[in-house]
């Protein structure tokens, strides 16, 4: 992982964790009718509606980012990383390929051929 790739992916999880905050601040659509009976609300910092504003404002603007970070990440991952997905990786890392010698007869293709006891293809023999 080089320079570019771990400062991107720090922003990304700073954003996300962000979002998330930002997100739970909000007061939901039921809140307003709370505002109607003096819940006071309006000597907040940001004004009687300017918390809404400002929280959705920074939401959408975080969004914006996550979703370029993200972009990021992905376009990165494409063009420097390992061919293959993550799954085909880790299996071929822990198990290379096994290749048979140069004189090795080749292995029989297609159907199963019947057990030297006389059992069928995946019968445990008694």
Same mark, same amino acid.
């Given at each position: 992982m080089n320079?570019? $790739?771990?400062?991107?992916?720090?922003?990304?999880v700073g954003v996300a964790l962000a979002i998330c905050a930002f997100v739970l601040l909000q007061h939901g659509k039921g809140a307003d009718m709370g505002a109607a009976f003096g819940s006071g609300s309006s000597g907040s910092l940001f004004g009687s509606a300017g918390s809404a504003n400002f929280l959705s404002h920074t939401t959408a603007v975080l969004a914006a980012v996550f979703f370029i970070t993200?972009? +990021?990440l992905t376009w990165y991952a494409a063009s420097h +990383?390992?061919?293959? +997905?993550?799954? $085909?990786r880790s299996v071929l890392d822990k198990n290379p390929p096994v290749t048979?010698?140069? +004189?090795?007869p080749?292995?029989?293709s297609g159907g199963t051929q019947p057990a030297p006891d006389g059992s069928k293809a995946g019968e445990v023999p008694k």
């Open positions: 320079y570019f $790739e771990g400062f991107l992916l720090v922003v990304h993200s972009i +990021g +990383g390992k061919p293959g +997905g993550l799954m $085909e048979a010698p140069a +004189g090795a080749a292995a029989p």
